[in-house]
Structures are given as C-alpha cells and as structure tokens.
C-alpha cells in the first residue's frame, strides 16, 4: 500500500457547479475507469437533481467523487461515480465521502447502484437486493454494420426513419409506454445530448426509439443505447440506421440479459456480428424495487434509474 496521502477534506456539493463538475470528470479520466453509458450521461448532462461528495486534498486537488441523483420521481437515489485516485485508496476516503453521502440521503428513497467487481462488497453493505444484470458486449462497428445490413437486406427505405427531437411529443408518449414514468424534461435533455433516431408509422406515432453516445475516454468507441423498438426487426432497422454515421471503430452496447428481447439482442451480436461478452453489469437496491418496465421493447439499456425514469 502507498503512504498514507496528505490531509483530504470531504464535502458535500448540491448541486456541484460547472467547476466541480470538471474536477469530477478529472479524477474519472484519471482513474480511467470503463465507466457505464449513464455515467458519461451524468457528466454530459449535470441533472440539476445531481448531488455530491468530493476529496480535496491539501493542494486543492480533488481525489475522489461519489454522484448521487436524487430526481422528484420515482422516490430513489442513484448512487454513481464512486471513485477513488489510485495511490489514495485504501486509506478511509472512500468510506467517509459515502457516510457523507448517507447523511445526505433522505432513507425513505430506494438506493441503487449499478456496479460489476465491486458488486458483492456493495451487496453485503448496503444493497442486498438483486436487481436487473445488463450483458455487456464490444465489437467493431465495421462486422456490426455487415451484419446489419445484411440482416435487414435493404428494408431500412419502407422505414420512417427520423431525429427524435423533430417528434418530440410522440417520443415521449412512446418512452412513457416502455418506462411508465412521465418526465418530459428528462427525454428532452436526454436526446440533446445523445445521437438520437426513432422510427415513425404511418399514424405518426413512435415504433422505435435509440440513441449512441461519444465516450469521453476511450476516443474509439460508441456507446449504444438505449434500444426500445416494438419487434426485432424493426429494432435492426433503428440500428442501422444508428450506425450508419458513427466514426469509431469500435462499439459498446448493454442488453438485458434475463429477458428475451435482450437474449436476442445478445444471439444477435454473438453469431452475425462477432461480438464479445464482457463482464457484465449488475444493479442492486437497498430494499426490494419494483420498476414497472415493459421489457419486451427494451433492447438495450434503457435511461436510467436516475433519469428519473425508473
Ligand atoms: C471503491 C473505491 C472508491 C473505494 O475507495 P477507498 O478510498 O479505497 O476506500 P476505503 O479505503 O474507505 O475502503 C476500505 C475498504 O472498504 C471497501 N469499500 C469502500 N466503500 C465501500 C462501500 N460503499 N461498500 C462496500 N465496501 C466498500 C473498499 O473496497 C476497501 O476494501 P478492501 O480493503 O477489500 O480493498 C476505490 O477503491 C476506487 O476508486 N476503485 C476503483 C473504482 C471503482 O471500482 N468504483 C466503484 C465502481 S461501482
């Protein structure tokens, strides 16, 4: 173990300014952690419902962060973002910027935490409860993309295919169908900042809905998702259409590994697009949650507990 760091201060940011924003972005670049899709989203989009805890340590030099979003609805509190410098773990930082965060947090709002290495330690703490595991896979855009075409074999020109935020309102009764929850705002500021398409039948409603992020670490790759669609194919169509534009070589993407709208999301990628598996990633609650999903449209990872959406 290093020497023990010099003097860390531990305070509470609600909300945390542009500034501490930047200086969270700054310990997650350093510890260059594959942070989850919503994750990057918390940093992109500074939910004004975001709360904080950071270590500042004697130079002013922030070393640790836990994010914790505390949305009007539903009633949790997601708990994201917690990282400590390398050379400054082990040493209690970690533990007391989450006592902190505790104290912060109102007990009648569910936790929940999305988490892969550390999930049986957060479980035997505080978030006994299994919740929904996501499947994880990689692979090159390029083999995607071939084995996208080739499994819509030119059906993507009988598609509507439009920019979400040309529909908006249709968008957001389509995403209401899927989540149940009704947020507006959230939907809106979510395809701001995304790359969004959604397909459109004849009735002007909404069939299909997806969205890829930039990663802000890892420059080659695109982050896929969320994947709501009312059947596979038109799932396929909407990614194609997704893909059509990325740059990076490489894409991520999660999928709901107990339904069966994930499983054949997972077969898909696996046999035609040559993806791997990777380690998946698993949410765990306080207490036991129910999220009143309709997962048969749910492809991909849909928006996140903190959004608020679930
Ligand atoms: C997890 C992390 C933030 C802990 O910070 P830290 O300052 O090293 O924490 P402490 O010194 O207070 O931890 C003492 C022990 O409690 C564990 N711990 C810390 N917070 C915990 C929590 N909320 N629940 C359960 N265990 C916890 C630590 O992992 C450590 O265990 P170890 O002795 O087996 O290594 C830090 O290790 C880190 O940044 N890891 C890499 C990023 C990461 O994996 N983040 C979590 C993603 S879900």
Known sequence: MSEPPSDVAISFLDPPTEEQWSQIKG???QVEWALSHWNYFLILSRLPYAKAVVAVD????????????????????????????ENYRGHGIGQRMWKLMKEHTDESRVLAIDS????????AVDFPVPGPTWQKMSGPV????????????????RFKIVDPNTVMEEVIKFENKIMHIENPEFVQQFFRVANGKAIVAEDGSVIALGATLPALLQEKQIRIG????????????LLNALMRDVKQPEFLIMAPSETEKGRMLIDFL??????????????????????????NKVFAMPYHIASPMW
């Not at 922030?62 to 973002?81: A, E, N, R």
């Not at 892969?116 to 479980?123: I, L, S, V």
């Open 58 to 85: 004697d130079q002013g030099k922030c070393v640790g962060s836990i994010v914790f979003i505390q949305p009007p609805s539903p009633h949790v509190s997601y708990v994201g973002l917690y990282n400590v410098y």
């Open 27 to 29: 310990v997650v670049d």
């Open 116 to 123: 892969g290495d550390m999930t049986d330690k957060y479980r």
């Open 270 to 295: 696996t046999e035609k697009a040559h993806s791997n598996l990777e380690s998946p990633l698993i949410r765990s609650y306080d207490r036991p949650y129910e999220c009143p999903t309709e997962w």
């Open 226 to 237: 969320p994947l709501f669609a009312e059947n596979f194919n038109c799932m396929l169509v």
């Open 142 to 157: 390029a083999q995607l993309n071939a084995a996208l075409q080739q499994a819509i074999q030119g059906q993507d020109g």
